[in-house]
């Protein structure tokens, strides 16, 4: 399992439990999180990020289509590509997400 298909995993978790305190510890401190296509963003920092899931929750899973390109299906359909950079201790440096 790469760690694209493990932040996948625990992001679908998060949708299905509503846990994002836990996701939001996968982020490191100063990460930086942004959106393509959708009025959201960005988002720097740990605890900004959390809030951020907190106030406006996904309520879609996805599938992971291909963990070499970050291309995703929503469990609804739609379709994006993500692309995340790590911090040397595995945690995500930054998250960017564009929506087709």
């Not at 929750?57 to 359909?77: H, I, K, N, S, V």
């Amino acid at each position: 399992m790469t760690q694209l298909d493990d932040h996948v995993t625990a992001f679908n978790h998060a949708v299905t439990t509503g846990d994002w305190d836990t996701f939001a510890t996968r982020f490191a401190d100063d990460a930086q999180m942004t959106f393509v296509g959708v009025p959201a963003g960005p988002f720097t920092g740990r605890a900004t990020i959390a809030a951020a899931y907190a106030a406006n929750p996904p309520a879609e899973t996805m599938t992971l289509l291909d963990p070499d390109t970050g291309r995703f299906q929503w469990a609804g359909g739609g379709t994006g590509t993500m692309h995340l950079t790590w911090a040397p201790d595995g945690t995500v440096q930054e998250l960017t997400v564009v929506f087709d």
